[in-house]
């Protein structure tokens, strides 16, 4: 399962909706969150989520992330039934009027994944990668749904307190090596995401940024999540609203080095950036 031959796949069947991989596709992030790093509480009504999805979708995305817990430093705990009680409203009503939209589900809970899924959401995005709850995994498996498993050193409320590695993109392939052992056997549609900003100074990300292509030695598609986040911020000395440019230049250089999947806040041009660069190839 991990052998470094392993190809990978064209396309990934999300509950019957297919994501063609055969070239970079984009993610658009939607937060139902009071407290996101960026965007927090800008969508507060199912009606302001349905606009902020149909807008992506206009644009261009071919996924809809959906996250209802902030994983931002010191952001507050929320309960399953919190995660729940925020994520259902928005998830019956995207179905209804875009059944054919594929959606992610940001969550490392079980019974936020099985509520999801019930609700016809095509892929699973956690941020532990099963390290919080192992039958996630499970579960991934057999909804036959794709899973996101990204590295984190820590958990969010302690993972920025003195990260320190050795050689983190090596340890990072090494994480991902360990955490794909554990796969169940049924569970083929793995999508891969070396976290940036989740357990990592400023000095980290970039080093995982320029050593992108690395990644692609274990075989499954990498995600690259670069909006808006402080390794911009703190580089420029700017807020996460003013970071649209340098993340449209960071995409560019993720696409460049091999990236599958850009998740952003900003589908319209990290659109055109694979566009853009589709046409140097």
Not at 6 to 32: E, H, Q, S, T
Not at 253 to 260: E, P, S
Not at 262 to 279: G, P, Q, S, T, Y
Request: glycine residues 8%; proline residues 6%.
């Amino acid at each position: 399962m991990t052998s470094d031959v392993r190809r990978k796949p064209a396309f990934l069947n999300c509950a019957g909706r297919i994501l063609d991989l055969g070239k970079p596709v984009v993610m658009g992030i939607l937060n139902v969150t009071p407290d996101s790093f960026y965007d927090g509480g800008s969508y507060p009504t199912v009606a302001d989520q349905l606009k902020k999805v149909e807008k992506m979708l206009q644009e261009g995305a071919s996924i809809i992330d959906i996250g209802a817990v902030s994983t931002r430093p010191g952001s507050k705990p929320v309960d399953i039934m919190g995660e729940i009680n925020r994520l259902l409203p928005v998830l019956s009503v995207i179905t209804k009027y875009f059944p054919s939209c594929i959606i992610s589900v940001d969550t490392f809970r079980l019974e936020v994944a099985m509520m999801a899924i019930d609700q016809g959401v095509g892929m699973i995005n956690d941020i532990y990668a099963g390290r919080f709850d192992p039958a996630i995994m499970d579960f991934a498996a057999s909804s036959k749904v794709p899973y996101i498993m990204m590295h984190m050193q820590g958990t969010p409320v302690n993972m920025q307190a003195e990260p320190h590695y050795s050689d983190i993109v090596a340890e990072i392939i090494v994480f991902f090596r360990e955490r794909l052992k554990e796969i169940p056997g049924g569970l083929s549609q793995v999508i891969i995401d070396p976290g940036f900003g989740f357990g990592k100074t400023v000095d980290h990300n970039y080093e995982i940024l320029r050593r992108f292509t690395e990644f692609q030695q274990l075989g499954y598609p990498v995600m690259a999540g670069l909006s808006r986040k402080s390794m911009i911020n703190k580089a420029l000395h700017i807020k996460p609203q003013e970071a649209l440019n340098a993340t449209t230049v960071l995409n560019t250089v993720a696409l460049l080095k091999g990236a599958d999947i850009l998740r952003v806040h900003d589908v319209k041009e990290a659109v055109e950036a694979v566009k853009l660069v589709e046409m140097l190839n």
